[in-house]
């Protein structure tokens, strides 16, 4: 079956130290990857996405995610965090033409 | 001009009423989607409608009646409410072929 996983549920980083957000995923064919970001009381926010190509991917607001075939992982990384990085982070998946699969969310805390 | 529009953003109502939350996106695309988040931020696909026929029905109870007159709209109508409906309710929109979603704010449910 298909899945996205996040491994964590919370992930606490000091203000401008690297962060990584984990996930990994179980698609057939070439996947399609996505990180979105929910702020307080917010829809969700569209991060970046892999389709194709280069394995690191940028996105909006500093944030960047590595695709690795081998490990099956789709990492959300970025190298120093904010405090307003602060919020919800989904890793993603379509499963078919007209269905994303989300992963269960990890929360991360950046303390300033 | 706010691409994916919910209303109402906050909803508390009584068990057994009936009620409905609207969405419209003015983006132009072709599929749109609802989506439910429960207590512990799931996120659960309930519907697509592509150019406004029904697409996905996740096993939603019947109670659950989605309305799509044009595809620029996709409203969701609940009868009977119950306590177990309680959540936020996304409205999101794609265009076909490229699955990047865009997220209404969400619609805070509470049935008390």
């Known amino acids: 079956a298909q899945s996205v996983a996040q491994p964590e549920d919370q992930v606490n980083v000091a203000e401008g130290n690297p962060l990584t957000v984990k996930c990994t995923y179980s698609?057939?064919?070439?996947?399609?990857l996505f990180w979105y970001v929910q702020y307080p009381n917010r829809g969700l926010q569209f991060l970046l996405k892999?389709?194709?190509?280069?394995?690191l991917v940028k996105g909006s607001y500093g944030f960047e995610a590595e695709f690795n075939k081998s490990q099956t992982s789709f990492h959300l990384k970025k190298p120093s965090a904010l405090v307003s990085d602060s919020a919800l982070y989904f890793c993603a998946a379509p499963f078919g033409t007209y269905k994303y699969i989300f992963g269960t969310g990890t929360r991360l805390k950046v303390l300033a | 001009d706010t691409a994916v529009s919910q209303t109402p953003k906050y909803l508390v109502t009584q068990m057994g009423n009936d009620k409905s939350i609207k969405c419209e996106q003015n983006l132009g695309h072709d599929t749109m989607y609802w989506y439910k988040q429960d207590s512990k931020k799931f996120l659960k696909i309930m519907f697509s409608?592509?150019?406004?026929?029904?697409?996905i029905n996740e096993t939603v109870p019947n109670r659950f009646s989605p309305k799509s007159p044009d595809k620029a709209h996709l409203n969701l109508h609940i009868n009977s409410l119950e306590l177990g409906d309680s959540a936020v309710y996304f409205c999101?929109?794609?265009?076909?072929?490229?699955?990047?979603?865009?997220f209404g704010s969400g619609t805070r449910l509470t049935v008390v």
């Open positions: 698609v057939s064919g070439n996947p399609y």
């Open positions: 409608y592509n150019n406004k026929e029904l697409i």
């Open positions: 999101a929109s794609s265009q076909e072929g490229n699955y990047g979603y865009t």
């Open positions: 892999y389709i194709t190509g280069d394995n």
